[in-house]
């Protein structure tokens, strides 16, 4: 039972990643790029996590996995908010 | 089943890895030159986990991927619009480079194949095992580089030192970056401390695990770039005084380690296995904050201005104003 929950949520979660990787390709501007791919990737990264933890019954595995997790967030999220922040620089001083 | 996929996973790595090779050699466009070898290390340390090294998975994508990449970036920003394009070689130096890259492909290919065609013989791994339980630690990549095989260790601690002396005999340090806004600020108040944190584990679980001191320096190295680019001109590093030993450190207690022993008559750096575990903590210790100030002094191309030594992250933001 278990398996099936976790092979699903890993499923879900590869969709998600999915759906960024398209959004990346083929969105049209830098902000929307952006939007797509932090967004998607984010969730599709938790879901992965916790598709995985289940599958390795350990809770000290669950939580570093949760912590790399965490990580990801805050790295992608900065990066995200650095990465919008110079394009409007520029574009307010062309 | 299960071993099919695993190939078709490592066939798409190694794939992967000489496909992002060459599209980060064969650009001229030097930004996306740099992005892709940043990528192509992350999944070289990808292939290092698949080969069931860890050490090395961790040390490649640390230095290999993290701290090169950083290093080859802030190469770049001293560029005048992120660097001219790269130069097109002539014919006779693609020929001649050609002619190399064949023989070494050659070389290669003949040293594994040499290898593969071993057998069961004696190898390195064997004996290694064997001392084990001599040398001091439980992680037998630890008990090489430190123990068994301690003079290239020593000698490679010898050249990242000159190499550091290079770059600071090249001459002032590059300005430093402009302040933070309140996000990234926020995320370097939480990672730096949490780098140090790792840096330390990494260090201490070397004795049985992967990690010790090439990657635990490296990670404080990061704590260091992000202080930099967080607008801390010192990134983070004590007075150039303390800094000046901090850098010699490693060489320094290696040295020491080495020639103590020989005065109770064993060989240089060859450590009485009752001690062994203490002297290579001392060792690995002075190391790694050798090499994390060696790798920060790099990254930062030279000594930072005496002003910024003194400055926090906390002061600087103050000074800076509001966010």
Redesign the interface.
């Known amino acids: 039972m278990i398996d099936v929950v976790a092979v699903g949520l890993i499923c879900i979660g590869i969709g998600f990643f999915a759906a960024g990787s398209i959004g990346l390709l083929r969105l049209p501007d830098l902000h929307s790029r952006l939007h797509a791919l932090t967004k998607a990737d984010n969730l599709g990264l938790g879901l992965v996590a916790l598709g995985i933890a289940l599958v390795t019954g350990s809770l000290v595995i669950a939580l570093k996995l949760i912590l790399i997790w965490l990580l990801v967030l805050a790295a992608s999220a900065a990066s995200a908010n650095l990465i919008a922040r110079h394009a409007l620089d520029r574009r307010e001083q062309p | 089943m299960n071993a099919l996929l695993w190939m078709l996973l490592d066939l798409l790595l190694a794939a992967m890895l000489l496909g992002l090779g060459w599209a980060a050699v064969a650009t001229r466009d030097l930004k996306r030159g740099v992005a892709l070898f940043i990528a192509f290390g992350l999944l070289l340390a990808l292939a290092w986990a698949r080969l069931r090294a860890p050490d090395l998975a961790l040390a490649e994508a640390a230095i290999g991927a993290g701290i090169a990449g950083a290093l080859l970036l802030a190469a770049l920003r001293s560029e005048p619009q992120g660097g001219q394009p790269a130069a097109v070689p002539s014919r006779v130096f693609l020929l001649t480079l050609n002619l190399f890259s064949v023989l070494l492909a050659v070389t290669v290919a003949w040293a594994l194949l040499s290898a593969l065609a071993m057998g069961d013989s004696v190898r390195l791994a064997q004996p290694v095992t064997e001392h084990l339980s001599q040398s001091g630690v439980s992680n037998p990549v630890t008990a090489v580089l430190l123990n068994f095989r301690a003079y290239d260790t020593l000698l490679e601690l010898a050249v990242i030192l000159s190499a550091v002396l290079g770059v600071l005999a090249l001459g002032p340090a590059r300005p430093g970056y402009r302040l933070p806004?309140p996000?990234?600020y926020?995320?370097i108040r939480?990672?730096v401390p949490l780098l140090i944190v790792t840096g330390g584990y990494l260090l201490w679980v070397g004795a049985h695990a992967p990690g010790g001191a090439f990657q635990a320096g490296a990670t404080l190295a990061a704590a260091a770039v992000l202080l930099r680019l967080g607008g801390v001109d010192g990134a983070g590093l004590p007075a150039a005084v303390v800094s000046r030993w901090l850098l010699a450190a490693g060489l320094l207690a290696f040295l020491a380690v080495g020639l103590l022993v020989t005065a109770f008559g064993y060989g240089f750096v060859q450590y009485p296995p009752d001690l062994a575990a203490g002297l290579i903590l001392v060792i690995e210790s002075a190391a790694t904050l050798s090499i994390a100030v060696a790798l920060a002094l790099a990254y930062i191309g030279g000594w930072p201005s005496r002003r910024a030594q003194s400055g926090s992250l906390h002061t600087h933001t103050t000074e800076g104003g509001t966010h």
């Open positions: 806004g996000v990234l926020g995320l939480w990672l």
